[in-house]
């Protein structure tokens, strides 16, 4: 099971990989132009590698596994974005001041998929620019729950990725469901969810993301099948109200 570098699947390009992959993956769109205020895309010598979410001035959280590798690339923070590629007034750009991942991280099964981000500067609030709330308690968002995703990785399994936003709406599926031999069996963990919809996935390049319900961050993109849209590998998220207490001890610092 590697890593989900998720990302949203648009019809024209979904169409293409069925055609040429004998795979038909679909079902999402361009977002519109700054309606997910927290969006952040991680990258790496300024090109996008994961994504990730404000949650506060300084803080973004992310996925662990974006950070699992040592790189000597310059990494970059860029907040506001739309298109990755036109200036536009609305983005703010920062450096890493502290990375930090969840220490029980497990590359094995992306157990404690879970990472903080300390920027190095306070972001200026606008409309482009919010913290989204994340869950604290409550447990696991209900089966059947619609829930959206976002981001800028590729749109198809042959791995176009686009330039703007990308959306999608999915539900969450059964918990047993995802736990079963056929799924994901036993690396399936009490710290994961897994959300999707006939035709509706996210691909590579979206990490880090947040599954978003009732305008609140209830999971991160972690991790699912290698090629996207597979009806019995769906998207799996980390279930961020687990690491409440983590997440503000470690923020603190």
């Known amino acids: 099971m590697g890593p989900r570098h998720y990302a949203l699947l648009l019809v024209a390009a979904a169409l293409l990989a069925?055609?040429?992959?004998?795979?038909?993956?679909?079902?999402?769109?361009?977002?519109?132009?700054?309606?997910?205020?927290?969006?952040?895309?991680?990258?790496?010598?300024?090109?996008?590698?994961?994504?990730?979410?404000?949650?506060?001035?300084?803080?973004?959280?992310?996925?662990?596994?974006?950070?699992?590798?040592?790189?000597?690339?310059?990494?970059?923070?860029?907040?506001?974005?739309?298109?990755?590629?036109?200036?536009?007034?609305?983005?703010?750009?920062?450096?890493?001041?502290?990375?930090?991942?969840?220490?029980?991280?497990?590359?094995?099964?992306?157990?404690?998929?879970?990472?903080?981000?300390?920027?190095?500067?306070?972001?200026?609030?606008?409309?482009?620019?919010?913290p989204i709330a994340f869950q604290r308690g409550g447990g696991y968002v209900q089966e059947g729950e619609e829930c959206s995703i976002a981001g800028w990785g590729a749109t198809s399994n042959i791995g176009f990725r686009p330039d703007k936003l990308q959306q999608v709406d999915v539900k969450v599926l059964s918990r047993r469901l995802c736990g079963r031999s056929d799924y994901y069996g036993d690396k399936f963990t009490d710290n994961m969810m897994c959300a999707a919809e006939s035709r509706k996935d996210t691909c590579d390049g979206d990490s880090g993301g947040p599954l978003v319900h009732g305008g609140v961050a209830v999971g991160i993109t972690s991790n699912g099948s290698k090629k996207c849209g597979r009806p019995k590998k769906p998207g799996v998220y980390t279930v961020i109200s687990r690491y409440a207490q983590w997440i503000d001890s470690t923020m603190q610092q």
């Open 18 to 130: 069925s055609a040429q992959l004998g795979d038909c993956v679909m079902g999402g769109g361009e977002a519109v132009a700054h309606s997910r205020p927290y969006m952040a895309s991680i990258q790496h010598d300024d090109k996008h590698e994961c994504g990730g979410f404000l949650i506060s001035g300084q803080w973004v959280m992310t996925a662990a596994h974006c950070f699992s590798e040592p790189s000597d690339k310059s990494i970059r923070v860029v907040l506001g974005a739309h298109s990755l590629s036109t200036p536009e007034d609305s983005k703010q750009v920062f450096s890493i001041a502290s990375s930090h991942t969840h220490p029980e991280f497990s590359l094995e099964n992306y157990d404690n998929d879970i990472a903080l981000l300390k920027l190095d500067g306070t972001a200026t609030e606008s409309s482009a620019v919010k």
